[in-house]
């Protein structure tokens, strides 16, 4: 498999299924406007968050090599993360939850490399570099705060999901292309938000990944740290949004102790969050983390493990008390009168594994239609076969060439030939291969004679059920990527030749040889063809005051009625604060 991203002493270690995600950075693609857009948040949010963001932020920004000035090289990010045991990756938007924890999981963070546009510089609904590379890659600089991250996609990435969580993705992805695309319809846009709305009114009882989406965002996107009357920001949606790292800060925001009660509590991406939850610190992250993963099916296993597999409709594994692990698309399970699995039933490609690792001659070629098996005790047998010694296998006629007739506590009969048994490392018995058999629960036939040979997984129990494969090479098409893609922004000539205006201020900043002539000329062409645009008509003024030019009493002027306007009133009012302008008029 080509490898179409740069490999390094991090990145290498990803899985191969996640290399799909993975995309070139459009660095090309950022218009003079964009690195304009990107350095007047990181100026903004740098001067406030300074006096409200956890002290990991500002240390942060510098030990991963992110600059005010530019939009991060991806590279050049990689190169100084490396040093904390971290990577940065490129990717299109949001991609599906379980690959983004599992990248994470790994000590990767998946940047959505697209730039807001000017017209959503306080928040963005689409996650983009802004966001992700000044959010998220700066407090992981914090070591405890690091392994909460790292544990947290180890942990996230089994979750089980619906099979309405994949379309909620997919209608969140569609919603927010579509709200950061300005060539996007209104009618496109009001029917993409009523379907993320129908799907949140609907959704039902929420999954472990429903849960635990709802715990990333509100500590990973949305945390705050502290005290409930004095907190600090640390999540990367606040950090990265100079409309919310303000508001969240009023009182009109509650603020909740941050408990596993948050994992029920829903967020709307679309919108300014109502509440946020405050950590007292880093650890108790962790330790809501591990209260959490205690109720996961990965932990309690079961029937209710088998049956969240079954309503997710999507690939996933158990593992029996033998260590014996299936995966596989699972269609059914028959539980006994107390409620206790006695037998499952997977459809399709299967796969069965030990310890994460495929057994040899048991992959999807060897079960290409599903697997089914039955779960417990022999009846009137108080040794699981699991426990048996050879000995005892020979007591109860458990051997090669034998023909057997078994009946499981459950009420799950097995009547055929032993071939064989496959054991693991130590031993202990996983599977018995079995020819001529039957299998039936009562009167319905579960496995035929002319089925072919059965293979019976040796269990009494399911101790675990988790999202995925247990080997992930065992299938080709672990995880998808979605076929709505990151729209490209059209621009128009008219738009174009404004971010030549914005070029050319760019160079002016760090040339050491400025015309105030040319300001001048920049300036009226502003104020004749682009009335609207703000953002440069701030530049000029910050280069004109660097320089001392006569002209900055005239672009300040310009700037005052540009301030009238309500939109542009708040954003110039910070851009001329930043600027240390005294002079500010409503």
Same mark, same amino acid.
């Given at each position: 498999?080509?490898?179409?991203?740069?490999?390094?002493?991090v990145?290498?270690?990803?899985?191969?299924?996640?290399?799909?995600?993975?995309v070139?950075?459009?660095?090309?693609?950022?218009?003079?406007?964009?690195?304009?857009?990107?350095?007047?948040?990181?100026r903004?949010?740098i001067?406030?968050?300074?006096?409200?963001?956890?002290?990991?932020?500002l240390?942060?920004?510098?030990?991963?090599?992110?600059?005010?000035?530019?939009i991060?090289?991806?590279?050049?990010?990689?190169?100084?993360?490396?040093?904390?045991?971290?990577?940065?990756?490129?990717?299109?938007?949001?991609?599906?939850p379980?690959?983004?924890?599992?990248?994470q999981?790994?000590?990767?963070?998946?940047?959505?490399?697209?730039?807001?546009?000017?017209?959503?510089i306080?928040?963005?609904?689409?996650?983009?570099i802004?966001?992700?590379?000044?959010?998220?890659?700066?407090?992981?600089?914090?070591?405890?705060?690091?392994?909460?991250?790292?544990?947290f996609?180890?942990?996230?990435?089994?979750?089980?999901?619906?099979?309405?969580d994949?379309?909620?993705?997919?209608?969140i992805?569609?919603?927010?292309?579509?709200?950061?695309?300005?060539?996007s319809?209104?009618?496109?846009?009001?029917e993409?938000?009523?379907?993320?709305?129908?799907?949140?009114?609907?959704?039902?009882?929420?999954?472990?990944?429903?849960?635990?989406?709802?715990?990333?965002w509100?500590?990973?996107?949305?945390?705050?740290?502290?005290?409930?009357e004095?907190?600090?920001?640390?999540?990367?949606?606040?950090?990265?949004?100079?409309?919310?790292?303000?508001?969240?800060?009023?009182?009109?925001?509650?603020?909740?102790?941050?408990?596993?009660?948050?994992?029920?509590?829903?967020?709307?991406i679309?919108k300014?969050?109502?509440q946020?939850?405050?950590?007292?610190?880093?650890?108790h992250?962790?330790l809501v983390?591990?209260q959490?993963a205690?109720?996961m099916?990965?932990?309690?296993?079961?029937v209710?493990?088998?049956q969240k597999?079954?309503?997710?409709k999507?690939?996933?594994?158990?593992e029996?008390?033998?260590?014996i692990?299936?995966?596989?698309?699972?269609?059914?399970v028959?539980?006994?009168?107390?409620n206790?699995p006695?037998?499952?039933?997977?459809?399709?490609?299967?796969?069965?594994?030990?310890?994460d690792?495929?057994l040899?001659?048991?992959?999807?070629?060897?079960?290409?239609?599903?697997?089914?098996?039955?779960?417990?005790k022999l009846?009137g047998?108080?040794?699981p076969?699991?426990n048996?010694?050879?000995?005892?296998?020979?007591?109860?006629?458990?051997?090669?060439?034998?023909?057997?007739?078994?009946?499981f506590?459950?009420?799950?009969? +097995? /009547?055929?030939?032993?071939i064989?048994?496959?054991?693991?490392?130590?031993? !202990?018995?996983l #599977? *018995?291969?079995?020819? %001529?058999?039957?299998?039936?629960?009562?009167e319905?036939?579960?496995?035929?004679?002319?089925?072919?040979?059965y293979?019976m997984?040796?269990?009494?129990e399911?101790?675990?059920?988790?999202?995925?494969?247990?080997?992930?090479?065992s299938?080709?098409?672990e995880?998808?990527?979605?076929?709505?893609?990151?729209?490209?922004?059209?621009?128009?000539n008219k738009e174009k030749?404004?971010?030549?205006?914005?070029?050319?201020?760019?160079?002016?900043r760090?040339?050491?040889?400025?015309?105030?002539?040319?300001?001048?000329?920049?300036?009226?062409?502003?104020?004749?063809d682009?009335?609207d645009?703000?953002?440069?008509?701030l530049?000029?003024y910050? +280069? /004109?005051?660097q320089?001392?030019?006569?002209v900055?009493?005239?672009?300040? !002027?310009y700037l #005052? *009625?540009l301030q009238? %306007?309500e939109?542009?009133?708040n954003l110039?009012?910070?851009?001329?604060?930043?600027?240390?302008?005294?002079?500010?008029?409503?």
């Open positions: 498999m080509n490898i179409h991203f740069q490999l390094n002493d990145t290498k270690k990803l899985p191969k299924h996640l290399h799909k995600f993975v070139k950075q459009p660095y090309e693609e950022y218009t003079a406007q964009s690195q304009a857009v990107w350095r007047y948040v990181m903004i949010n001067d406030y968050l300074s006096k409200v963001a956890h002290n990991s932020y240390t942060g920004l510098a030990k991963t090599g992110i600059s005010a000035e530019r991060p090289y991806m590279d050049g990010m990689n190169r100084i993360l490396k040093d904390i045991g971290w990577a940065a990756v490129s990717v299109d938007g949001f991609i599906p379980n690959a983004f924890m599992e990248f999981a790994y000590n990767v963070l998946v940047i959505a490399s697209d730039m807001r546009t000017i017209d959503h306080e928040y963005t609904p689409a996650p983009d802004i966001h992700e590379a000044a959010g998220h890659a700066p407090i992981i600089a914090n070591p405890e705060y690091a392994e909460y991250l790292r544990r996609g180890e942990i996230g990435c089994k979750a089980i999901s619906s099979a309405k994949f379309e909620m993705y997919e209608a992805r569609l919603l927010s292309i579509l709200k950061e695309d300005p060539n319809s209104e009618k496109e846009t009001i993409a938000q009523q379907t993320v709305e129908y799907l949140q009114d609907n959704m039902g009882e929420l999954s472990e990944m429903a849960q635990i989406r709802n715990l990333h509100w500590t990973v996107e949305y945390g705050m740290i502290g005290t409930l004095t907190p600090k920001i640390y999540g990367a949606g606040l950090l990265s949004s100079i409309g919310e790292s303000a508001c969240c800060m009023k009182d009109e925001v509650k603020k909740r102790p941050y408990t596993i009660e948050a994992a029920d509590v829903n967020f709307d679309t300014p969050q109502p946020l939850f405050v950590t007292p610190d880093f650890a992250l962790s983390l591990e959490f205690n109720k099916a990965i932990r309690k296993g079961g209710k493990g088998l597999l079954i309503n997710s999507n690939r996933g594994t158990i029996l008390s033998t260590g692990q299936i995966s596989g698309v699972f269609t059914q028959i539980a006994d009168e107390n206790k006695i037998y499952f039933q997977t459809a399709g490609l299967t796969a069965l594994s030990n310890r690792k495929e040899i001659g048991h992959g999807v070629e060897k079960h290409p239609n599903g697997f089914g098996s039955p779960i417990g009846k047998i108080n040794i076969i699991e048996m010694s050879p000995r005892d296998l020979e007591a109860y006629q458990i051997f090669e060439g034998k023909k057997v007739s078994l009946e506590e459950g009420g799950i009969k +097995v /009547a055929g030939d032993i064989t048994g496959t054991r693991d490392l130590s031993g !202990k018995i #599977l *018995i291969s079995i020819e %001529n058999c039957t299998v039936s629960y009562k319905t036939i579960l496995f035929k004679p002319e089925d072919g040979i293979n997984a040796v269990g009494k399911v101790i675990s059920a988790f999202a995925g494969a247990a080997d992930i090479s299938f080709q098409d995880g998808e990527v979605s076929k709505t893609k990151t729209r490209k922004i059209r621009y128009t030749e404004l971010y030549a205006l914005y070029e050319e201020v760019r160079k002016m760090k040339a050491n040889n400025i015309s105030e002539k040319n300001m001048i000329i920049i300036l009226d062409q502003l104020k004749k682009f009335p645009d703000w953002l440069l008509s530049e000029l910050e +280069v /004109a005051l320089y001392h030019f006569l900055q009493k005239e672009i300040l !002027k #005052l *009625i009238k %306007n939109r542009y009133y110039i009012r910070n851009g001329l604060n930043l600027l240390k302008v005294k002079k500010i008029e409503k």
